[in-house]
């Protein structure tokens, strides 16, 4: 049974840190590229970070760059979003993500989601 667990949110001043996991079970992460996305109120799903199966290049919303920063551990199966210098725009519902294209096709799974409040 594939299983995306987020954990971390909470709610946090502007200016403050988090660090968002994201532990994945029932398929082989490694071979997964992982994303990181988020959607407030009223607004749609965005990209916010990408990192590939591999590790290596990662690539960030403009929006978060030079803040969040998006890592992995495959032997731990987690993928992580460390946020720094928070803003209350950053304010959403964060989604781990997981894709992989095999044999023609595609694979793709969604974790729960996980609510980030940034306000004072």
């Known amino acids: 049974q594939v299983q995306l667990v987020e954990s971390g949110g909470g709610l946090v001043q502007p200016g403050g840190s988090l660090r968002l996991s994201c532990a994945a079970s029932g398929f082989t992460f490694s071979s997964y590229a992982m994303s990181w996305y988020r959607q407030a109120p009223g607004k749609e799903r965005e990209l916010v970070a990408h990192i590939p199966s591999a590790g290596g290049s990662t690539n960030y919303a403009d929006s978060v760059k030079g803040r969040f920063t998006i890592s992995r551990d495959n032997a731990k199966n987690t993928v992580y979003l460390q946020m720094h210098s928070l803003k209350p725009e950053d304010t959403a519902v964060y989604y781990c993500?997981?894709?992989?294209?095999?044999?023609?096709?595609?694979?793709?799974?969604w974790g729960q989601g996980t609510q980030v409040t940034v306000s004072s």
């Open positions: 993500n997981a894709v992989r294209l095999y044999m023609g096709r595609r694979y793709n799974y």
